[in-house]
């Protein structure tokens, strides 16, 4: 029998954790994990900079389109 473990993600599991984010806010549990595997990985915190980088650019060019 495989032991679980609440607070441990996969990299492609935290990406997905990520991107949720963007839209609803995540339970207690899904923060710590995603607070753990981000202190633990290399890959995930620049994916993390560059959605945060993409959502600032879209919300820069929507107050742009909205001006003119």
């Given at each position: 029998?495989?032991?679980?473990?609440?607070?441990?993600?996969?990299?492609?599991?935290?990406?997905?954790?990520?991107?949720?984010r963007?839209?609803?806010?995540?339970?207690?549990?899904?923060?710590?994990?995603l607070r753990?595997?981000?202190?633990?990985?290399?890959?995930?915190?620049?994916?993390?900079?560059q959605?945060?980088?993409?959502r600032?650019?879209?919300?820069q060019?929507?107050?742009?389109?909205?001006?003119?």
């Open positions: 029998m495989k032991a679980t473990y609440p607070l441990r993600r996969t990299c492609k599991e935290v990406t997905a954790l990520v991107i949720a963007e839209d609803r806010a995540l339970p207690l549990l899904e923060r710590l994990a753990l595997h981000m202190a633990m990985c290399q890959a995930c915190p620049t994916f993390e900079r959605v945060l980088t993409m600032n650019a879209m919300k060019w929507r107050a742009y389109t909205e001006d003119e």
